[in-house]
């Protein structure tokens, strides 16, 4: 994967970890016209 990990699972797992959501729901939070991330 292009992003260091071996597998997708273990990705989310510790997206899951870090962000407390999982990317699916952190993208649709993204996705949200109401919601902004800020870095």
Do not use: I, W
Request: net charge positive; hydrophobic share 30%.
């Amino acid at each position: 994967y292009m992003c260091g990990y071996d597998s997708a699972s273990y990705f989310t797992c510790v997206f899951k970890k870090h962000f407390k959501t999982t990317p699916s729901e952190f993208l649709a939070f993204l996705s949200s016209s109401r919601h902004q991330y800020v870095n």
